[in-house]
T-cell receptor, first 112, second 111 residues
């Protein structure tokens, strides 16, 4: 009965590759987010979706393309991976745009 | 919000002492201020939150205060325990869906 789930948990890949991370929530929430947490533990919002519509895009390189096929899913596709993309990526969801966010377990991406 | 400053970046206290973490925000549209706790290797989880129409909220050993005029809010943990050791993040949120986190405070509670 996991609330917010992400796959994969770990991702190790070479520079220049393309990879995807999937996120699903079973809480019935209407808003979903992607965050990047770097090695210094800073947590930065990347994207926010409300009812499948993109509402926040925080100057993220266009190599990152989120997709929300329905309200329960928000996937993140990354093209031409770079060393600086290595981080933990967290998906989160909330009911409404200014409420408690429930985070997924994170995906640790390592680019070699 | 636009920018959230969080202090201190590290905090070490003796078990039983109090811990205070402070945040300042700049976006006047911010109306929701959550605090998240992140244990090592785990996901952030909400511990307490406050909305802009409230000045203070308490839940057992933790409390949050908000000064909307000065645009700052604080987390207070009393009678700290070793299991309180974690990274704490403040955040501010707007109705537009913008969510900005502070840089985090690493709290260490020494037994």
């Amino acid at each position: 009965d996991t609330a917010v789930s992400q796959t994969p948990k770990y991702l190790v890949t070479q520079m220049g590759n393309d990879k995807s991370i999937k996120c699903e929530q079973n809480l019935g929430h209407d808003t979903m987010y992607w965050y990047k947490q770097d090695s210094k533990k800073f947590l930065k919002i990347m994207f926010s979706y409300n009812n499948k519509e993109l509402i926040i895009n925080e100057t993220v390189p266009n190599r990152f393309s989120p997709k929300s096929p329905d309200k329960a899913h928000l996937n993140l596709h990354i093209n031409s991976l770079e060393l600086g993309d290595s981080a933990v990526y967290f998906c989160a969801s909330s009911q409404g745009k200014a409420n408690e966010q429930f985070f997924g377990p994170g995906t640790r991406l390592t680019v070699l | 919000g636009e920018n959230v400053e969080q202090h201190p970046s590290t905090l070490s206290v003796q078990e039983g002492d109090s811990a205070v973490i402070k945040c300042t925000y700049s976006d006047s549209a911010s109306n929701y201020f959550p605090w998240y706790k992140q244990e090592l290797g785990k996901r952030p989880q909400l511990i307490i939150d406050i909305r802009s129409n409230v000045g203070e909220k308490k839940d057992q050993r933790i409390a949050v205060t908000l000064n909307k005029t000065a645009k700052h809010f604080s987390l207070h943990i009393t009678e700290t325990q070793p299991e309180d050791s974690a990274v704490y993040f403040c955040a501010d949120n707007t109705n537009a869906g913008k969510s900005t986190f502070g840089d985090g405070t690493t709290l260490t509670v020494k037994p």
